[in-house]
């Protein structure tokens, strides 16, 4: 059983935001795995199914960003998901627009959600993969810079991420993780 958790905020005011690009990794999982994400448990939506042979779940928490761990915590409880099958998506601004980067564990860097995480699960040692968003301009602060949407030179660059991204999860279904970064760092 694997449970894939992309990060980002709730709502059309922040759909296409750089925030949300683990949300687009799960969107981009969900249409290549052929699952539905129409169920809600614990402040979030999901969706599961089999995929080559492997229970699959696709989690977006709806608690903003700041309170990841709330929702992610009770799930992988009541479902009874080891950390160990679990990875996390989520933006990452030391990152340019377009490189993914795939860790066993590692540290918060500043990133709210995974400082929740942090909390709610005990530990950093879990699987993420990093979407790169990079760092704002001169005179933007990073809230703006990370609740604004992405330009349009920037656009083609995400689009290759979130597929590289999504299929690195797919690859994660039948192959342990560190042979998942050999392939796709």
Request: net charge neutral; with cysteine; hydrophobic share 35%.
């Amino acid at each position: 059983m694997k449970l894939i958790v992309g990060l980002g905020n709730p709502g059309t005011k922040y759909e296409n935001t750089r925030h949300n690009a683990g949300f687009m990794v799960i969107d981009e999982c969900a249409e290549m795995m052929g699952i539905e994400l129409k169920d809600t448990k614990y402040k979030g939506v999901y969706g599961s199914a089999i995929v080559d042979g492997e229970k699959v779940f696709l989690l977006k928490p709806l608690t903003y960003m700041n309170l990841s761990g709330e929702c992610v915590r009770p799930f992988m409880d009541y479902f009874k998901i080891d950390i160990e099958d679990v990875v996390i998506i989520f933006d990452d601004m030391d990152l340019s627009v377009g490189q993914i980067r795939l860790r066993q564990k590692g540290g918060h860097g500043g990133h709210n959600g995974i400082k929740s995480l942090n909390a709610h699960l005990g530990t950093n040692e879990f699987k993420r993969i990093r979407i790169g968003v990079e760092r704002p301009e001169p005179g933007v602060s990073v809230v703006n810079h990370v609740l604004g949407t992405f330009r349009a030179e920037e656009r083609d660059l995400l689009t290759q991420a979130v597929k590289k991204a999504s299929e690195a999860c797919r690859y994660w279904l039948q192959n342990d993780f560190p042979n998942v970064m050999n392939h796709y760092n």
